[in-house]
Nanobody, 121 residues
Framework: QVHLVESGGDLVQPGGSLRLSCVAS????????MGWYRQVPGTDRELVAT???????SHADSVKGRFTIFRNNKKDTIYLQMNSLKPEDTAVYYC???????????????WGQGTQVTVSS
């Protein structure tokens, strides 16, 4: 089991910055990858950025050059540094952990509760 707690969402002005945090607890060693997703009401949840167990990152085209995903040395916390925020970045941001186990063979996704980011003047 993996439990995720997100924090850092806030109301900011366009051009501002925020840093989101996601702390994982439980079977942290079993996490294969983690990621940040966002969702606007009435739309599908979309991928923002991911980081693998090896530290390889990927970012959606819409946030490249503005957002950066990274983690701490213990690999139990990931962050999303968001710069040059735009109104279209407004969404609930969710943290996801992807867990893979060999015994028994299984794969699970765990989600945090979400944190609201609002970019508005």
């Amino acid at each position: 089991q993996v439990h995720l707690v997100e924090s850092g969402g806030d109301l900011v002005q366009p051009g501002g910055s925020l840093r989101l945090s996601c702390v994982a607890s439980g079977s942290v060693a079993s996490i294969n990858a983690m990621g940040w997703y966002r969702q606007v009401p009435g739309t599908d949840r979309e991928l923002v950025a991911t980081i693998s167990a090896n530290g390889v990152t990927s970012h959606a085209d819409s946030v490249k050059g503005r957002f950066t995903i990274f983690r701490n040395n213990k690999k139990d916390t990931i962050y999303l540094q968001m710069n040059s925020l735009k109104p279209e970045d407004t969404a609930v941001y969710y943290c996801k952990a992807m867990v893979f186990k060999l015994t028994p063979l299984a794969a699970y996704d765990y989600w945090g509760q979400g944190t609201q980011v609002t970019v508005s003047s």
